[in-house]
């Protein structure tokens, strides 16, 4: 199955506390602007580490399975090459986790007034969980997408909707948004004519929740879309392509506008 596990919305912007009033000023913008970049940064350093971790993982994996299939060499040496082998592939899987781990903690607190709204809009959606401390809204329903489909269904439509209500309002209309697609490692089986390959099906749903956000309103200036396919998971996909429901994700980015 290729449904999408999670939307997940992640603030990766600076930290700032506003005593009252809704709006940030330029200054603040500014400001927030720059702490931005910081983090962007920090998140790129650490998901081309991630990339590269998962890449040495494959090729240890592939030296292993090898190993384990050919015959003609010392049964003692080869017990111990296939030791050292699991070894380091029991390390590498040890700091591919460390780093997911690191990924999740990249967002940072919105301004107070947006967070607030954010956490009244997770209360009253069973689906939706808030972070206030990392800016992360989570949407919990595994049925965004149907296999194979790029479009979203009626009740994620539903709640994309509402949280577009937000960001059009006097808390979010200076932030913008970018999504990004995400799968995991199955090839694609179904609608294949439609999604060629996952690079494909990652960046047609992301472009599915845009088509829902401007939809409902926001301005087509403040949406972008990116793809990924199963390149930067968060958690490791199973043996043999076989995936893993944590991957299968959509990611929205609330970042000050024109960054």
């Keep these: 199955m290729r449904h999408i596990r ?3 919305v992640v603030a990766a912007v600076g930290a700032l506390v506003i005593a009252s009033g809704c709006c940030c000023s330029e200054e603040q913008l500014n400001d927030l602007k720059a702490q931005n970049r910081i983090q962007q940064g920090r998140i ?4 081309s580490e991630l990339n590269s971790a998962n890449l040495m ?3 240890l994996q592939k030296q292993l399975d090898t190993l384990k299939s050919s015959s003609g060499a010392g049964m003692g040496a080869k017990d111990a090459e296939i030791a050292a082998l699991e070894k380091d592939i029991a390390e590498k899987k040890a700091l591919i986790e460390r780093l997911q781990q690191q990924l999740l903690k990249t967002g940072t607190k919105l301004p107070t007034d947006l967070s607030l709204k954010l956490k009244e809009f997770a209360a009253a959606n069973p689906d939706v969980t808030y972070d206030e401390e990392s800016g992360m809204l989570k949407f ?4 965004l ?3 194979g489909s790029a479009e979203v269904e009626p009740k994620a439509a539903e709640q994309i909707t509402k949280f577009c209500g937000i960001m059009n309002g006097a808390e979010g209309k200076d932030f913008d948004v970018i999504i990004a ?3 995991d490692d199955q090839p694609i089986k179904f609608a294949a004519a439609k999604h ?3 690079w494909h099906l990652s960046a047609h ?3 599915g929740v845009l088509d829902v956000m401007v939809k409902a309103g926001v301005e087509p200036k403040r949406v972008s879309v990116r793809g990924f396919s199963e390149y930067r998971p968060i958690e490791p996909n199973q043996p043999g392509n076989k995936g893993n429901p944590a991957n299968r994700r959509v990611e929205l980015y609330i970042v000050p506008s024109g960054v």
């Design 6 to 8: 999670d939307l997940v």
């Design 205 to 207: 749903r992301a472009i």
């Design 44 to 47: 790129s350093d650490l998901e």
């Design 140 to 143: 919990k329903s595994d049925l």
């Design 57 to 59: 993982l494959a090729q």
């Design 196 to 198: 060629p390959t996952n």
């Design 145 to 147: 997408f149907k296999s």
């Design 181 to 183: 697609g995400h799968t």
